[in-house]
């Protein structure tokens, strides 16, 4: 699967999500910073994923102007997952939702739910274990490209339905691991 992932930073930790993700996803998979994106590094790609730190409540500036950049449909026709990293704490913004809310705006299929990973403070580092969840999340992606090009091909399912199963992607290859018709009707019903 070819894959990008896109993603701003500023003391490292998305950065170092993002590789994971992409080393997670193949050998096809690259990370790359917004800073140095270039527009028609999106031809070709299966999935892209964006992630961001969340900046006053909000993705950051430069994830921001990419996101305007792409302006309405310009994915047409793309899968598409957003993660961004945070603070733990009861209150604070929800930069990965509103990356996806901006993908789809441009057209994209966004596969899974959005993703939160944690670090220690304003600056860091992760905690424990996050590296090791972006690995987890980036195999659920690879899992639901599967299902999605499965379903797609036989007709039984509108993407704009994975958002229901919320990373059940998994869970159903294992109940139903040769039956992919019974994957995909299960899918519409859930």
């Known amino acids: 699967m070819k894959a990008l992932v896109i993603y701003d930073t500023n003391f490292g930790n998305t950065k170092m999500i993002a590789e994971a993700i992409a080393k997670e996803l193949g050998k096809s998979a690259k990370a790359i910073s917004v800073s140095g994106f270039d527009l028609k590094e999106l031809k070709g790609i299966d999935l892209l994923v964006a992630g961001s730190p969340i900046v006053g ?3 950051s500036g430069k994830m921001e102007a990419f996101l305007a950049a792409l ?3 310009r ?3 793309y899968k598409a997952a957003t993660f961004d990293t945070r603070v733990k704490i009861f209150i604070h913004g929800d930069a990965a939702k ?3 809310q901006k993908l789809q705006t441009a057209g994209a299929e966004i596969i899974v739910e959005p993703q939160a990973f944690y670090v220690r403070g304003k600056e860091g580092p992760l905690f424990k274990g996050e590296k090791e ?6 195999g659920t992606l690879k899992t639901g490209c599967v ?3 499965i ?3 036989m007709r039984f399912f509108n993407v704009h339905n994975m958002l229901i199963l919320k990373g059940r992607f998994t869970e159903m290859l294992r109940i139903f691991p040769s039956q992919p ?4 009707r299960r899918m519409i019903f859930l």
């Open 133 to 138: 969840k972006a690995m987890e999340w980036a």
């Open 57 to 59: 409540w909000k993705p």
């Open 98 to 100: 509103k990356i996806s």
């Open 75 to 77: 994915l047409k026709g």
């Open 71 to 73: 302006g309405k449909d």
């Open 147 to 149: 299902i999605i090009q």
């Open 181 to 184: 018709f019974e994957v995909s």
């Open 151 to 153: 379903c797609c091909c």
